[in-house]
């Protein structure tokens, strides 16, 4: 079993949808927990990390943790085009070692 | 902004050749790493280094060296490139210590090995 889980899609959603994106976990130190947004042949980019369980805003953009049900979510409100990405969860412990462990990424396209 | 360069983003490689991915960070991060992308694999770490001339395995890194001389410069090696080595491959880094909890990342290096 793989320490993250995510479904890889492809998901696609009209325009204006909200989006939810979704990883599971299975050990149970993770801390730190991130998204990343990685375009056709880019490099990731970090969109927004969190500590602890609940709820973070970023903008369009709410990054939720459930350290209960080691679940994590990513929704997008007001979806754009632009928003079109490979979308990666990424956690590790903080103490220690600095390896993250990433999720397989899910294809998102947002259609016009 | 932290700036991650890798200097090669396309490379066609000679099964056999040995091949060198070269990658600089400017932010002065004691952390840095070498990932390969895959589909349906996800993000793989190769090697990290957390100083100069240290470096420890990560998940795959049969076939893979690594080389760092200077803070901000990591270096991957090929040794004898194989076409199962065909991939993108990501550099990154981030600070020390528990404030190194952002990574940045390269564009990439997209390698073929034929």
């Known amino acids: 079993q793989k320490e993250v889980e995510q479904d890889p899609g492809p998901l696609s959603v009209p325009e204006g949808a909200i989006v939810s994106l979704n990883c599971t976990y299975s050990?149970?130190?993770?801390?730190?927990f991130m998204w990343y947004r990685q375009y056709s042949r880019k490099g990731p980019e970090l969109l927004m990390y969190?500590?602890?369980?609940g709820n973070k805003e970023d903008g369009r953009f709410t990054a939720q943790v459930d350290k209960s049900s080691k679940y994590i979510s990513l929704f997008i409100r007001d979806s754009q085009p632009s928003d079109s990405a490979t979308y990666l969860c990424?956690?590790?412990?903080?103490?220690?070692?600095?390896?993250?462990?990433f999720g397989q990424g899910t294809r998102l396209t947002i259609n016009p | 902004d932290v700036k991650v360069t890798q200097s090669s983003r396309y490379l066609v490689k000679r099964t056999g050749e040995k091949v060198f991915l070269e990658c600089v960070q400017d932010?002065?991060?004691?952390?840095m790493f070498w990932y390969r992308q895959d589909p349906g694999l996800g993000l793989r770490l190769i090697y990290f280094?957390?100083?100069?001339?240290?470096?420890e395995k990560g998940d795959i890194p049969e076939g893979y060296s690594v080389s760092r001389e200077k803070k901000e410069r990591f270096s991957l090696i090929l040794e004898s490139a194989s076409t199962n080595q065909t991939s993108m491959y990501l550099c990154?880094?981030?600070?020390?210590?528990?404030?190194?909890?952002?990574?940045?990342f390269g564009e990439g290096s997209w390698l073929t090995v034929v």
């Open positions: 990154a880094s981030t600070e020390g210590g528990i404030y190194g909890n952002t990574i940045y």
């Open positions: 050990n149970s130190a993770f801390q730190y």
């Open positions: 969190t500590y602890s369980s």
């Open positions: 990424a956690m590790k412990i903080i103490q220690g070692a600095q390896k993250l462990v």
């Open positions: 932010m002065d991060h004691e952390n």
């Open positions: 280094s957390y100083d100069v001339k240290m470096k």
